[in-house]
């Protein structure tokens, strides 16, 4: 399996004031964690550069601005969220698993760190040429953009993020036309924030 929850393989519970919109992400694994195939991988490699990471490095911190976005292709990469005083694993990607939600777009604060569990070889994308990513390779970008949004949704059921969403069916066509008809960085009424950038 190449993305796996450490919560014993049960999803954290959604807190009970969830709004519906974003509720129900966690069952949806498929979408939520996809696993790129090795032509997605090749597909997307020029966007990025190749990096071999030691196990044990911290690749972002939390709060950390203009985060990339890691395709890992060997070896295994944590997912980091505030508990209280502390920090938990929560997510770990591993081969053709990538990271990042919709902040990684926009170059808000990360709500979440990553850490190399071990030995990693990643491909690393910076948000502007993740942003060219999505323009350019429509099939690869919605399957991207899905997986992001989805994750943002997951958070905010568990009060781990602030709403980016707002009160629409988050499936990622709407918002990928947005982006491709009105550029990176443009607000989006149809599946953006309210009164703020999705990217």
Request: net charge negative; aromatic share 6%.
């Amino acid at each position: 399996m190449s993305s796996t929850d450490d919560a014993g393989g049960v999803p954290a519970a959604e807190a009970p004031d969830t709004p519906p919109w974003a509720a129900g992400a966690a069952g949806r694994p498929d979408e939520l964690y996809p696993v790129l195939s090795d032509s997605e991988i090749d597909q997307l490699r020029p966007y990025g550069e190749v990096r071999s990471i030691a196990a044990g490095t911290r690749l972002w911190s939390i709060g950390e601005r203009n985060v990339s976005c890691f395709v890992v292709m060997s070896g295994a990469l944590e997912i980091l969220r505030k508990e209280g005083e502390r920090e938990e694993c929560f997510h770990v990607h591993e081969a053709g698993s990538f990271s990042g939600e919709t902040v990684t777009m926009s170059g808000r604060g990360s709500f979440v760190g990553g850490r190399a569990r071990t030995d990693l070889e990643v491909i690393e994308i910076g948000p502007q040429r993740l942003r060219d990513l999505l323009a350019v390779e429509p099939m690869l970008g919605e399957k991207i953009l899905q997986a992001f949004i989805l994750r943002r949704m997951r958070m905010i059921a568990q009060h781990h993020g602030d709403i980016l969403i707002n009160g629409v069916n988050p499936r990622v066509p709407v918002a990928q036309r947005c982006a491709l008809s009105h550029g990176a960085g443009r607000r989006c009424t149809g599946a953006g924030a309210a009164g703020d950038r999705l990217w």
